[in-house]
Each structure stands twice: as structure tokens, then as C-alpha cells.
């Protein structure tokens, strides 16, 4: 009796098995979206190789940019650069 509920059991556990379950319960042709909802699978992806490079690309070397900083406000000591004008803390 014993065999026979261990190999109901096993029969049981490996029928429930399916592809929707298989598929995050959505079904065969669909798949679960970022949010959870079922969405239809698109078309295969293609996946081609990367190209071979037979010589490196030439180095362009330009100058660097010219950069103009406007010298900061400096306020005397107790005072902060507050609203436009140096004020008291």
C-alpha cells in the first residue's frame, strides 16, 4: 500500500508539471513583463559577432578646451556669500 501511494504521489507531482508553469504561469508564447503582467513574445533575436578589427583606427590627438572660471567671491572672516552680497552668519 505503502508503493502504491509513494508512486500516486510521484505520478501526481511530475502531471503537474506543465509549460505554463514552466513559462511563469503565463503560457507558451508568452512571458512575464517587468511589472508582472503576461506579454507575447516578439520575434527571435538575432545575435551576431562582433566585427573583426584588422588594423587599429587612427589616434586623433585635439587640444584640450578652454576653460575660463570667474575668480569666487571671498568674503572678510564672519561673513558668508549669501543672496549676492557677503553677510554676517
Do not use: I
Request: hydrophobic share 40%; glycine share 12%; charged share 15%.
Amino acid at each position: 500500500m505503502k508503493y502504491l501511494f509513494a508512486a500516486v504521489l510521484a505520478l501526481g507531482t511530475v502531471a503537474s508539471f506543465s509549460a505554463a508553469e514552466a513559462a511563469g504561469g503565463c503560457g507558451p508564447g508568452w512571458h512575464r513583463g517587468p511589472y508582472g503582467g503576461c506579454q507575447p513574445n516578439r520575434r527571435a533575436v538575432v545575435v551576431r559577432p562582433a566585427p573583426v578589427v584588422v588594423r587599429p583606427a587612427p589616434v586623433v590627438v585635439r587640444p584640450a578646451p578652454v576653460v575660463v572660471v570667474r575668480p569666487g567671491r571671498v568674503c572678510p572672516y564672519g561673513t558668508v556669500w549669501r543672496y549676492g552680497r557677503c553677510r554676517p552668519y
